[in-house]
């Protein structure tokens, strides 16, 4: 985990992923902090294969301009972007056009190998690395898109509580691992709090890990039931059912 803070958290980076398959590097979100957070790790830019957007909000695509400038200019590459076929208008138009607009280069794809992506339909990311989108609802008409990723792994974007559909996942879709913001001061309004993921029943809490928290979560460690926080710098092993 690159960052696993809210968007106003200092003590935490940006709640962004790499994420590392058969030797090829995913970017889950590329927010403010993930330019700095990708060089703590000892990474940088000309490293990651792709990189694959949830939402419109800076704390997962404010690093995108410098990922962009980057990947062009620093190491004459065009990386995969994969993102919702409905964001990718407003990603350019209304978050990247102003800072990355250059004769000749005018279109997202002057930068990045863009792939947009269906929500609702398993596509393939990576070799062995599939995922799903899903439309989860965040703030009225914003989209904001959570990740299914091999049909085992559940990779919140940004989402309000949404119990059913956890329950869903859990029971119906043999999901294994739940990866889940959480508002650790009520109330959650566009994200699910820590006292109404307390509500879900101990098999989801005991799959659920707690991630895009803001900087007083140590003083929560002990406090979240049966579900644990997500850490951050920490690297997550996942064989396709569980995590180690
Ligand atoms: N209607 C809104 C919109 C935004 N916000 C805050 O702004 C943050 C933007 O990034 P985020 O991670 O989605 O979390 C949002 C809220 O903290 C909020 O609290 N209410
Ligand atoms: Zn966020
Ligand atoms: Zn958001």
């Not at 590329?30 to 909000?57: Q, S, W």
């Not at 407003?90 to 992506?117: C, I, K, M, N």
């Not at 965040?138 to 792994?153: A, E, G, M, Q, R």
């Not at 002990?222 to 579900?227: I, S």
């Amino acid at each position: 985990m690159l960052g696993t803070g809210s968007a106003f958290a200092k003590a935490f980076n940006n709640n962004n992923a790499l994420l590392k398959a058969n030797g090829r590097n995913l970017l889950v979100d590329c927010g403010i902090t993930a330019p700095k957070a990708l060089h703590e790790l000892g990474y940088n830019f000309g490293e990651i294969d792709a990189v694959l957007l949830t939402h419109i909000h800076a704390d997962h695509i404010g690093g995108m301009e410098e990922f962009a400038f980057q990947s062009k200019f620093v190491f004459g590459r065009k990386p995969i972007l994969y993102i919702a076929d409905t964001l990718i208008d407003t990603l350019w138009e209304h978050s990247l056009r102003g800072g990355l607009q250059q004769d000749p280069a005018d279109t997202l794809s002057d930068y990045f190998d863009v792939r947009p992506l269906a929500a609702d339909t398993t596509h393939e990311l990576l070799p062995g690395l599939s995922v799903e989108l899903m439309l989860t609802p965040h703030i009225p008409n914003k989209p904001s898109y959570s990740l299914l990723f091999n049909d085992t792994f559940f990779y919140s974007a940004d989402m309000v509580f949404d119990p059913d559909l956890l329950h869903s996942l859990v029971h119906d879709r043999g999901v294994q691992a739940l990866f889940h913001d959480c508002q650790l001061h009520p109330p959650g309004v566009v994200h699910a709090s820590l006292p109404q993921l307390l509500t879900l029943p101990l098999p989801i809490q005991e799959r659920t890990f707690l991630m895009h928290y803001g900087d007083d979560q140590p003083e929560f460690v002990g406090r979240t039931g049966a579900m644990r926080f997500v850490e951050q710098h920490r690297v997550y092993e996942w064989d396709g059912l569980t995590f180690a």
